[in-house]
């Protein structure tokens, strides 16, 4: 059982940025890989980005490539979300999901469980 909780979520200008984390409870964190999903308004929820259990693997979605970064302290049992160069679409709910499948998977089907979410909005 895990359970996650996400934080560092709030209102930016476009073009600046935020760091979300997402504290996880549990002494198996390390066994699982960790993602992250959002869900506008109106919209399903979509991926984000993942990363392995080990942290030498992501994946990202193409809207977020080169300027979000997925990293994770096993340590800390904690990963994080670090989103540059924030544009009004990505205003959402973010959530923070844990997978014991294998690492890569962009479907919210493949991820165990998950955190309440953090709202981020993006004023242009």
């Known amino acids: 059982q895990v359970q996650l909780v996400e934080s560092g979520g709030g209102l930016v200008q476009a073009g600046g940025s935020l760091r979300l984390s997402c504290a996880a409870s549990g002494r198996t964190f390390n066994f699982y890989n960790m993602g992250w999903f959002r869900q506008a308004p109106g919209k399903e929820r979509e991926f984000v980005a993942t990363i392995s259990w080990s942290g030498t693997s992501t994946r990202y979605a193409d809207s977020v490539k080169g300027r979000f970064t997925i990293s994770r302290d096993n340590a800390k049992n904690t990963v994080y979300l670090q989103m540059n160069s924030l544009k009004p679409e990505d205003t959402a709910v973010y959530y923070c999901?844990?997978?014991?499948?294998?690492?890569?998977?962009?479907?919210?089907?493949?991820?165990?469980?998950w955190g309440q979410g953090t709202q981020v909005t993006v004023s242009s």
């Open positions: 999901a844990a997978s014991n499948c294998g690492f890569g998977s962009t479907s919210s089907l493949n991820y165990n469980y």
